[in-house]
């Protein structure tokens, strides 16, 4: 069957960053043609100002070289400007009368520098600082001429500045509003950030007006409004972005500021969809990396037939060094409602924190000099937290370390490539890493525009506190205190629930390494240690044996790591044969100790209702596939028909409430002290997707809850914004369903097996 032709006409960040994540999901569903502007491959736009600054080199901002493409069986068409689309015919035109027909159509044509109309505008030697080739003339410029102006004082002009001074001219800012950066700073963030900028060599002229570009050809300077002059032989206009719409609108596509699109990135006409800059969600168009990441991924998603719940927009924000300074920006920060929840300025230090709050909710966010909280906020910023969650929790002697503790672990921390904490950390574990480098040669976090670089450096510390028991180490006056991050699991250890967990997962990781297998299945340990004073003498245990309150917990991580530790039971025949049967003990303590630990309700088990109601397919199979597995804790999960039911979904640990629209699913809920009403995870349309988000969300908290914590519990310490952006993704949904039934499945061969050699009670003795 011949392929679909899939025509992206833009070969900027936010188009191949969708077509990279549509190979990755069905690499051979499209044959795949992308049209750029410029003769070069897609390169990291947010990088230029570093290329101007001497920092990096064109190559090292290359995102995908030209082999990427080959190897993909990309057609990357250079140097072509489409100029038409039909969309009767679908097929496309550029300006060279080169002619592509497309089955499905993607816009991504980004944006250009806005060019307000000063007279003058048009002369030599004013120009944008938009692509590689603004830098070679701003080079060239260099070269021959001393003296530039920068009109506009945004994140871009000051970029474009530091890049001039960097090249040996004198740069002057000119701003038309009272302080700089006005769109993510309040005054006094914007007062040290120029400080910082004058001692670098920067000078700005504010509140600003220009009146026209003087000269006759060629730039000579600028006239202002209120009479005053500057000399200036280089202007670079530096004032905002639009969005490029031109083309669409030409075609018949419905365009108001942007690109008109709907949550699954659709256009107003059927086959074409837009993403990035040139796209308008919701009255929105974004000019920053993660949101145009994220429409990406949705887009993907949709263009290879998965579900998808769609793009909800997002919350603004800007995480970045700034001439080398950092500046973190989230949310609101300017507006009449709002108040001021936490304002620290630091002079000493150089540091500035400012919280803003509305209605006793977390609305915006900003931070100067250290920015290592910025995801953290961030955060909160989404989900609109109560202020009282700003509170600090624990020995805050070490700000960032705390900060990097607290962060869920699905929370993205480079936004640039889209990498987690729990990524970082994995990284950090499994590769033996470091340094801030070895981190971003190996993850890629910190290797776009560096605005992250503060929290790797805490995750570096977080994990080296972790593997040392909960030493961390003072970085003001070198020395080291022990101070546990948490509460330890009991007065045998000073490791709390989270070390305790991974402290089991690498004996056992361990282990497989050295009888030369990849994986081991659920719960094995080599026979020594599955006597349980061995394994609690590699944990350094102050109790040889142990007591009631570690023992459970010190089974279940056991049984719980080799949950993803998955392998065939055949690589375990030969080396672990004399094994399984400690194995199915300890399976078999666990299931005495959780003994039917996940109970369900509905309505044929409530007395009042006709006894001849039966159970529904979604209620069998939740029963068949979960009501005798291994749970941390008690779960009580509630399926409502409709909103008269007697059963509540809305108090349960996981409810699941019918609706005209199909099923919403709740999480989080607890109808003991204190009572928790249950958080919205998703709505689905059918029984089949109401399950296989349902069975995500138990197999996800049993993989990251800690023993005996209560579903609610698990809800609020990994926070229901992490929860939603890990489960409602599709593909990741089906790994963890499908784990499930391969654990059931293997247990249940391994268990039939081992029961016809030897019965259950000369187990048991």
């Not at 021959?144 to 002009?157: D, F, H, M, Q, S």
């Not at 020995?395 to 705390?402: C, F, I, L, M």
């Not at 990284?427 to 670089?453: H, Y």
């Not at 003991?672 to 996800?700: D, N, R």
Request: proline content about 4%; glycine content about 8%.
């Amino acid at each position: 069957m011949s392929r679909k032709k899939l025509v992206v006409i833009g070969n900027g960040m936010a188009g191949v960053k969708c077509v990279e994540e549509i190979i990755n999901l069905e690499p051979d569903m499209y044959e795949i043609v992308i049209y750029g502007t410029e003769p070069r491959p897609n390169y990291n736009r947010i990088m230029l100002s570093k290329v101007l600054q001497g920092e990096h080199s064109i190559q090292d901002i290359i995102i995908n070289d030209w082999t990427w493409y080959a190897e993909r069986n990309i057609r990357l068409c250079t140097g072509e400007t489409v100029h038409r689309i039909d969309p009767r015919t679908k097929f496309i035109e550029t300006e060279t009368g080169k002619k592509e027909t497309y089955d499905i159509l993607i816009l991504a044509t980004g944006s250009s520098p806005f060019i307000p109309p000063i007279p003058g505008i048009d002369k030599e030697r004013v120009m944008s600082f938009r692509s590689i080739d603004d830098c070679t003339r701003m080079s060239d410029y260099s070269r021959e001429y001393r003296k530039a102006a920068v009109i506009g004082g945004g994140l871009l002009g000051l970029e474009a500045a530091r890049g001039l001074l960097h090249l040996g001219m004198e740069a002057v800012v000119v701003h038309n509003a009272p302080y700089i950066m006005n769109r993510q700073l309040d005054y006094e963030a914007a007062a040290m950030l120029q400080r910082e900028l004058e001692d670098q060599g920067m000078s700005f002229l504010l509140n600003k007006n220009t009146q026209k570009v003087t000269g006759r050809s060629q730039a000579q300077g600028l006239l202002f409004t209120d009479g005053s002059k500057l000399e200036a032989q280089l202007v670079i206009v530096a004032v905002g972005i639009r969005p490029n719409v031109d083309l669409a609108r030409r075609s018949g596509i419905a365009t108001q500021r942007a690109v008109v699109v709907d949550d699954h990135m659709r256009t107003s006409v059927s086959d074409i969809y837009a993403v990035g800059e040139c796209a308008e969600h919701r009255g929105i168009s974004y000019g920053l990396v993660a949101p145009l990441y994220e429409q990406g991924k949705v887009l993907a998603r949709t263009l290879c037939g998965q579900e998808v719940p769609g793009y909800a927009g997002s919350v603004p924000y800007s995480q970045l060094k700034v001439s080398g300074v950092d500046v973190f920006s989230a949310g609101e920060i300017s507006g009449e409602k709002l108040e001021t929840a936490i304002q620290h300025l630091d002079g000493i230090q150089g540091t500035y924190k400012k919280v803003l709050m509305q209605a006793g909710k977390v609305r915006g966010a900003i931070l100067f000099g250290n920015t290592v909280e910025g995801t953290a906020l961030l955060g909160l910023v989404q989900r609109e937290a109560d202020v009282a969650e700003l509170a600090p929790k624990g020995d805050a002697s070490d700000p960032a370390v705390t900060a990097a503790a607290a962060l869920p672990s699905q929370e993205t921390v480079c936004a640039c490539n889209n990498v987690t904490k729990a990524a970082i950390l994995k990284a950090i574990q499994e590769q033996r890493l470091e340094t801030e480098e070895q981190v971003k040669q190996q993850t890629k976090a910190s290797g776009s525009c560096g605005g992250c670089k503060p929290m790797v450096a805490a995750l570096l510390k977080h994990a080296k506190c972790v593997e040392l028991g909960g030493v961390s180490t003072s970085t003001e006056s070198g020395s080291t205190e022990e101070k546990p991050a948490v509460l330890p699991v009991c007065h045998c250890t000073e490791m709390s629930h989270a070390e305790l967990k991974h402290r089991v997962s690498v004996i056992l990781e361990t282990y497989a390494k050295e009888v030369n297998i990849s994986n081991v299945a659920s719960g094995v340990l080599p026979l020594e240690d599955t006597q349980i004073h061995s394994l609690l003498k590699q944990l350094n245990w102050h109790s040889e044996h142990g007591c009631p309150v570690c023992l459970p917990a010190i089974r279940y991580y056991v049984y719980v790591s080799g949950l993803m530790l998955s392998s065939t039971e055949n690589e375990l025949k030969t080396e672990l044969n004399q094994l399984q049967m400690e194995d199915l003990q300890v399976e078999l303590e666990l299931e005495q100790e959780h003994h039917q630990s996940i109970y369900i309700y509905s309505e044929r088990h409530v007395s009042s209702l006709a006894s001849n109601i039966t159970a529904s397919e979604l209620e069998t199979r939740l029963r068949t596939d979960w009501e005798t597995a291994i749970m941390p804790s008690e779960v009580n999960i509630a399926i409502a028909w409709d909103s008269r039911s007697p059963v509540n979904a809305l108090v349960s640990d996981l409810g699941l409430q019918a609706s005209p629209a199909g099923w919403e699913i709740y999480v989080g809920g607890h109808a003991g002290h204190p009572v928790k009403e249950g958080s919205l995870l998703g709505t689905t349309e059918s029984e089949q997707q109401a399950f296989i988000l349902a069975s995500a969300c138990l197999q996800w908290y049993r993989q990251t809850a800690w023993f005996d914590e209560p579903l609610w519990m698990w809800t609020e310490r990994l926070g229901m914004m992490s929860i939603r952006e890990t489960l409602l993704d599709t593909q990741f949904q089906r790994e963890l369903t499908f784990n499930r039934a391969q654990e059931r499945e293997m247990d249940a061969e391994r268990r039939a097996e081992i029961l016809l050699e030897k019965p259950i009670a000369q187990v048991k003795a």
